[in-house]
């Protein structure tokens, strides 16, 4: 029998197949792909190198779908900083059940670290030092990916049970449909994120200003 026209296996469908595992299971082993590819197990390490890098193709394939503004100093940052922040949202409400896979392995993605490098230039050019970048960029991770897991929850995340007290009740019969209350919530923290940052940084910039007055250098 002549050799197949194509190759039988490659990177992306390994990528492809497994994210099919996580999003139906929240998991992957290498002999659950291997069954789904109708391979053997050592067929696939001729084109990865192991588990580690599978699960750095499903990160750069959920990035991937990261839609990155154009590159303009002159636009507030943090019109910049939130048009990043829906995208990355976006990309991870499609793929929920892969974020706990990805937050054990330390970022390894050209398209995530794209995305991180965009957030620290717009940061860095509206005055935030470095650690404080840093300390922003965690904020905002811990917070897109929260919210992308919150898409995911029941349609009523809380049950309105005899424990719930008068406040509670009152603000749970607010609430709307999901995806508008997880999108409304998203919407709500993101201003509340950026606003805090902005107080932060005009804070920042009086202590510095205050500390070269009174201390100016010698």
Not at 79 to 87: F, G, M, N, Q, V
Not at 119 to 124: I, N, V, W
């Amino acid at each position: 029998m002549g050799r197949p026209p194509s190759p039988l296996l490659s990177a992306d469908g390994i990528a492809a197949a497994a994210m099919d595992l996580v999003t139906s299971t929240g998991e992957f082993t290498i002999p659950q792909l291997a069954r789904r590819l109708g391979v053997s197990p050592s067929s696939l390490y001729n084109h990865v190198s192991g588990r580690e890098q599978i699960v750095e193709l499903l990160r750069e394939l959920a990035m991937s779908e990261v839609d990155l503004p154009s590159d303009d100093p002159g636009r507030p940052w943090a019109e910049t900083i939130a048009d990043i922040l829906r995208s990355y949202r976006g990309s991870y409400v499609r793929y929920p059940k892969l974020i706990p896979l990805l937050t054990a392995h330390a970022v390894n993605s050209t398209h995530a670290l794209t995305m991180y490098d965009a957030l620290a230039t717009t940061l860095a050019r509206a005055g935030f030092t470095p650690a404080d970048t840093l300390r922003a960029i965690t904020l905002m991770d811990c917070f897109v990916l929260g919210s992308a897991l919150d898409a995911a929850a029941p349609a009523e995340p809380w049950d309105n049970g005899a424990d719930v007290g008068p406040e509670l009740a009152a603000a749970l019969a607010t609430g709307t449909p999901k995806p508008i209350r997880a999108d409304d919530a998203f919407e709500f923290g993101l201003a509340v994120l950026l606003r805090g940052l902005d107080d932060f940084r005009a804070t920042d910039a009086a202590r510095s200003h205050d500390r070269i007055t009174n201390h100016p250098p010698s």
